[in-house]
């Protein structure tokens, strides 16, 4: 499976924007799904996770007010709404596919298989 993100971009603080991630060569309609994010000089961070159906998300606690994640499993996408960024949020984002059968609420990056190659987001103050 290929996953292709996009929507990344320059924004001001308090902005928004929209990511999206696409996948192709696979279905990714029965697999959970995440973003990631790496801010330079960081590790990379979990941001957020949605379930194969879409009826359970999850959140890391500084985005959880402003963040919504969600998927069109008729289309293989994930999407990413950003809304009050603050210039904290300034990173590389990544969608990826959690390996089957484990929990929505699993953080960690070695629980993903598969990797999008990321798409920017910067905040300006």
């Known amino acids: 499976v290929q996953l292709q993100a996009s929507g990344g971009g320059l924004v001001q603080a ?3 924007l929209r990511l999206s991630c696409a996948a192709s060569g696979q279905s990714i ?15 990379r961070e979990f941001v957020a996770s949605i379930s194969w159906s879409g009826d ?3 959140y890391e606690n500084s985005v959880r007010a402003r963040f919504t994640i969600s998927r069109d499993n008729a289309k293989d996408t994930v999407a990413l709404q ?7 949020d300034t990173a590389v984002y990544y969608c990826a596919r959690k390996h089957v059968g ?11 298989d598969y990797w999008g190659q990321g798409t920017l987001v910067t905040v300006s103050s």
């Open 102 to 112: 484990l929990s929505i609420t699993t953080r960690r990056s070695s629980d993903y």
């Open 29 to 43: 309609s029965q697999y959970g799904m995440g973003w990631f994010r790496q801010a330079p000089g960081k590790e």
């Open 14 to 16: 308090g902005g928004s």
């Open 82 to 88: 950003m809304n009050g960024l603050k210039p904290e």
């Open 56 to 58: 359970a998300t999850y």
